[in-house]
């Protein structure tokens, strides 16, 4: 039983180019969650998504940076014209559709933007 | 304005001493409090949860302990290993949203032989 997958572990980006991190939610789960860690800092919630809809994204920046869960497929988040401020480790995490899910992270994708 | 407040911001224990970590929430809607462990490199491992309905859990050498009125929770971590070095978060979440957590700022554990 795969965890949550995400790829690529690692990703470096010059400034002004796009970032697209993507996620595979473990199997059965159809609520997935975006995380950006700044180093030294705790986990900062970005957007919840379930499949085909964004059901919360309060913690999005408001620009260049979107997510999207398709019906089929990982969910990924894009961040467009990436800035030094965007390097960060992001984490997504999924959680079944009913009863206590229990969120669970993946190993997270390390973006750099040089 | 950090909903979830975590102390202290790291911890030194001899091996087999037990560390505590502790969590302040400011938010009454909460009722799910979870604790992540995370390694170097390494995305955050669901340690323990609990419920507002109870005081204590425990799980292994690792215990929650809850108090509703002064909401507060904290972790010990029992007979520590140097196994047991990483950073450790606290979370908070309402209701369905499981998974929409408000994460503690981390306590590293530093678990001496």
């Known amino acids: 039983n795969a965890g949550v997958m995400q790829n690529p572990r690692h990703l470096v980006r010059r400034r002004g180019q796009e970032a697209r991190l993507r996620c595979s939610p473990m199997?059965?789960?159809?609520?997935v969650y975006w995380y950006r860690q700044l180093p030294e800092e705790g986990l900062k919630f970005m957007v919840y998504?379930?499949?085909?809809?964004?059901?919360?994204e309060s913690g999005m920046p408001k620009e260049r940076f979107s997510a999207e869960f398709p019906k089929e497929g990982p969910s990924i988040l894009r961040i467009q014209q990436v800035v030094r401020g965007d390097s960060a480790a992001y984490f997504c995490?999924?959680?079944?559709?009913?009863?206590?899910?229990?969120?669970?992270f993946g190993q997270g994708t390390r973006l750099t933007v040089v | 304005q950090q909903q979830v407040k975590q102390s202290p911001q790291s911890l030194i224990v001899q091996k087999g001493g037990i560390s505590i970590i502790n969590c302040a929430y400011e938010?009454?809607?909460?009722?799910?409090f979870p604790w992540y462990q995370q390694f170097p490199g390494k995305g955050p491992a669901l340690l323990i949860a609990?419920?507002?309905?109870?005081s204590e859990k425990k799980e292994g050498r690792f215990t929650i302990s809850f108090n509703k009125s002064a909401k507060q929770f904290s972790l010990h971590i029992m007979d520590s290993q140097p196994g047991d070095s990483a950073t450790y978060f606290c979370?908070?979440?309402?209701?369905?949203?499981?998974?929409?957590?408000?994460f503690g700022a981390g306590t590293q554990v530093v678990v001496t032989p």
């Open positions: 995490a999924s959680s079944p559709r009913t009863g206590e899910g229990l969120a669970f």
């Open positions: 199997k059965g789960h159809s609520h």
């Open positions: 998504l379930q499949k085909e809809n964004i059901i919360d």
């Open positions: 938010n009454t809607a909460f009722d799910y």
């Open positions: 609990i419920r507002p309905d109870v």
């Open positions: 979370a908070a979440s309402i209701g369905d949203s499981w998974g929409k957590l408000q």
